[in-house]
């Protein structure tokens, strides 16, 4: 694939087609030449950090990278892009030193089957599919999870993206294919939708929802037209509902309007300009 179909080299940040969250991603690709996007673990589920952008601006592979902590992971794929972009191309196969302080990363390609699921917006962005690798890293001891006595965080917070899904070994990761009943229209309970940090982590509830004209679904910790909320994330829909059983009862709303709490703790319900 030589030639780009990204939402930039096709017009689409100036048709009003696009939300804030994906204007902001563009914004990040034109300054930077990428974007970072954090997906928030959730129970069993490490979370996990994919680029978008550096197949637009670089013609490299984006990156995504599993099982540690979110900003650390956006600096390391922030640093990987960086490198690139100096002249120092990522390959499959190989093992990259300067991401890890002390220790090389192991450089795999993703095998399509999980770009859908797990690299979401880069797919999006794109219009369909693009190389992307996986950064692996080691344990402690620099052992790498197919290393005989690799630590369980290494082994088990870290798929095998090079493998196709159906080889892969039975994991949390292999069952994100299994579809979740979800009340919502638009979206199965398996997918991500954008949340406020405070949400994703149990740490505030939901007080503003948001159907976009697009059909996409946003779930935010202040009412909506008071301001953004501190920081957003992706994550799951089933997770969200597990966690705010009370959603189900906004599944009705249509698209381009909002719910949100007063208050005096009703909802009430309107168009969203937004």
């Not at 996986?134 to 001891?141: A, C, E, G, K, M």
């Not at 939708?193 to 949400?199: C, D, E």
């Not at 992706?234 to 007063?262: C, K, T």
């Amino acid at each position: 694939m030589d030639s780009c179909r990204c939402w930039l080299c096709r017009g689409e940040a100036g048709r009003g087609t696009l939300d804030a969250r994906e204007l902001n991603m563009l914004f990040h690709v034109q300054e930077q030449g990428w974007s970072v996007v954090v997906v928030a673990e959730e129970q069993e589920l490490p979370g996990w950090a994919y680029s978008v952008g550096m197949w637009h601006s670089l013609r490299g592979p984006e990156v995504c990278m599993f099982g540690l902590r979110a900003r650390d992971m956006h600096t390391w794929i922030n640093a990987v892009g960086h490198q690139v972009r100096a002249g120092q191309p990522l390959r499959a196969g190989e093992d990259r030193l300067g991401v890890l302080d002390g220790f090389p990363v192991a450089v795999r390609p993703v095998h399509r089957d999980w770009h859908d699921e797990l690299l979401t917006l880069a797919g999006e962005f794109y219009g369909g599919f693009v190389p992307a690798v996986q950064l692996i890293w080691p344990d402690r001891h620099g052992r790498f999870p197919w290393d005989p006595g690799a630590g369980e965080r290494c082994r088990t917070h870290q798929p095998r993206l090079w493998l196709p899904r159906d080889d892969h070994p039975p994991s949390p990761w292999t069952r994100l294919a299994e579809l979740v009943d979800s009340p919502f229209p638009d979206v199965r309970g398996d997918e991500l939708v954008l949340g406020s940090t405070g949400v994703i982590s149990g740490a505030a509830p939901v007080v503003g929802i948001v159907h976009t004209a697009e059909g996409r679904w946003e779930f935010h910790e202040r009412r909506t037209g008071t301001g953004p909320d501190a920081g957003t994330g992706m994550v799951h829909l089933r997770h969200l509902i597990a966690g705010h059983p009370y959603l189900r009862d906004f599944a009705d709303l249509p698209r381009g309007h909002a719910a949100w709490r007063e208050p005096d703790g009703n909802w009430s319900r309107g168009p969203h300009n937004g």
